[in-house]
């Protein structure tokens, strides 16, 4: 193929216009980057901009560790609460993102990686590449019950019956009944039965 394309007999293929953008932004970035370093460099000193540029590397570590500790917790509580765990993914992974961002050195990446760490903001742009996540979907599973929402989602077991008559739902204040069967093992008698 490579023989072909130098003697002409076979056409490159094309880049679509979103890849070339892509490669011109990355081209284009450092350069940017260092245009605004020495432009900062100019205003506030050498020092002060190292410092600045350190600074904020070391809060995206600081994000970065914080948030890769909590994101399954709040997968969990979203998927306990009868929600998907997709949108609190994604905004885990927006904010891992903007660590990354700030953890690069540069004051271009920094800004970004700040409008993502703002809630609303952090939204919005997701909302732009993922549709449906700027608003929080309703939950299509909540069950009413004298008039009131009840929070709690009902799973039922695949392999349960339809016709099998399904427990009443528990009222608030009740206490907490569980039926079973069960065998006590405290002595030795019991043991050798």
Do not use: C, H
């Amino acid at each position: 193929m490579l023989n072909n394309l130098l003697a002409g007999k076979e056409k490159p293929a094309m880049m679509s216009p979103l890849q070339r953008m892509a490669i011109l932004g990355l081209l284009a970035l450092p350069v940017i980057e260092i245009t605004l370093m020495i432009l900062v460099g100019q205003q506030i000193g050498f020092l002060a901009t190292v410092g600045l540029l350190i600074l904020a590397a070391f809060a995206g570590i600081l994000i970065i560790r914080w948030q890769g500790s909590s994101m399954l917790l709040r997968m969990f509580d979203s998927v306990n609460n009868g929600r998907l765990g997709v949108s609190s993914m994604a905004e885990s992974y927006a904010i891992i993102f903007a660590g990354s961002l700030l953890i690069v050195p540069g004051f271009l990446t920094d800004a970004l990686g700040l409008a993502l760490l703002v809630p609303p903001l952090r939204r919005l742009l997701l909302g732009s590449v993922l549709p449906g996540m700027a608003t929080p979907a309703p939950n299509r599973n909540d069950n009413t019950r004298d008039g009131n929402k009840d929070r709690r989602r009902r799973w039922r077991s695949p392999r349960r019956s339809q016709a099998e008559p399904q427990p009443e739902a528990q009222k608030p204040g009740e206490p907490v009944i569980i039926e079973g069967t069960f065998t006590r093992l405290d002595d030795d008698e019991d043991r050798s039965r």
